[in-house]
């Protein structure tokens, strides 16, 4: 699975973002997607392929990084620049790497299926995320 090359510095939040606030649980990097641990409320690195399906249950992409008990931003919809070169039209998802994002031809028999968005340009992604329930086979 081929992941985007994300570079951090350029992931900037755009039209129509909504976005959560919070605490970082662990070291995040911006550009990286997270889920929201039950027990602490901080953001983690989702993994679309963890046995625990909590970790899989992405909720958005962090606009900055931080360390365990920094404050987090996450975007959970509208369009974000990623601060990588995406192809106009292409469908991403959770990759299997945690934090990761991939096109979703790159999703593996075994993985549950996060769709974050959908390219508009080489630059901006639409974000709208959905969650498949199942492993794809």
Same mark, same amino acid.
């Given at each position: 699975?081929?992941? @985007?090359?994300?570079?951090?510095?350029? #992931?900037?939040?755009?039209?129509?973002?909504?976005? @959560?606030?919070?605490?970082?649980?662990?070291?995040?990097?911006?550009?990286?997607? #997270?889920?929201?641990?039950?027990?602490?409320?901080?953001?983690?690195?989702?993994?679309?392929?963890?046995?625990?399906?909590? #970790?899989?249950?992405?909720?958005?992409?962090?606009?900055?990084?931080?360390?365990? =008990?920094?404050?987090?931003?996450?975007?959970?919809? =509208?369009?974000?620049? @990623?601060?990588?070169?995406?192809? #106009?039209?292409?469908?991403?998802? @959770?990759?299997?790497?945690?934090?990761?994002?991939?096109?979703?031809?790159?999703?593996?028999?075994?993985?549950?299926?996060?769709?974050?968005?959908?390219?508009?340009?080489?630059?901006?992604?639409?974000?709208?995320?959905?969650?498949?329930?199942?492993?794809?086979?």
């Amino acid at each position: 699975m081929v992941d @985007l090359v994300i570079t951090a510095a350029s #992931v900037v939040r755009g039209d129509g973002a909504k976005v @959560l606030r919070g605490d970082h649980g662990e070291t995040n990097t911006a550009g990286q997607v #997270v889920y929201r641990d039950a027990t602490s409320k901080n953001f983690l690195k989702a993994d679309n392929d963890s046995a625990t399906a909590a #970790v899989r249950d992405a909720i958005g992409i962090a606009l900055n990084g931080g360390s365990n =008990g920094q404050p987090a931003a996450i975007q959970y919809e =509208g369009e974000i620049n @990623l601060g990588a070169i995406l192809t #106009v039209g292409e469908t991403y998802c @959770l990759s299997s790497n945690a934090g990761g994002i991939c096109p979703i031809g790159d999703l593996a028999s075994g993985d549950y299926p996060v769709i974050l968005g959908v390219a508009r340009t080489a630059a901006i992604l639409v974000m709208g995320i959905v969650k498949g329930g199942a492993a794809k086979p």
